[in-house]
């Protein structure tokens, strides 16, 4: 219910433990798994094409197309639950998101590796907002050229991480595997695909 900022140099973010509700959490959660077309993204790894280990979906309006890791992604239409957040992001941020990329990782062998969303047609300055369901993962980010400047930060059911102004070009972020057992979790980042 509080977006507040949290201090690390040369980054702007902003976080909210609770931005969802702990009912309107459960309800996205269940609809998104039943929902979204999940699938194995395949991703370019040191110049070798491999499953990503997780399951995911590029999901946009018409046009934003996206290209990461070698591959384009065309978008899949919005499904049902995820209008209503999208409009209550833009109200809170005052950003239009055209698209937001879904990750599903099953348990806690499923992760992200070190990576900045800096992809050019997000623009210098992307705001990327970062919404979480399910399982709590911890998330975290290392300055790229100091790489004590670090942090690691929790991410629960319902809350809300905003990575805005020059995160992208000085930090890498991740979501490391862990051996603790750990349910399902769904990660939501929307974002502003620019026209070409
Ligand atoms: O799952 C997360 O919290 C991170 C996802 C992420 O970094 C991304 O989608 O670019
Ligand atoms: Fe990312």
Redesign the pocket.
Known sequence: MVLSPVPLPDAELRFDPHWLGPVEADALLEGLQAQVPWSVHRIRIFGRDVDSPRLSCWIGDPQAHYRYSGADFAPHPWPAPLQPIRERLQETLGVRFNSV?A?Q?RDGRDA?GW?S?DEPELGPEPVIA?I?LGAT?R?ALKHRRQPERALALE?PHGSLLVMSGATQRNYR?A?PRTTRPLGVRI?L?FRRILSR
């Open positions: 990329l990750n990782y992200m990576h969303d970062s979480s993962r998330f991410l972020h979501l990660n980042t």
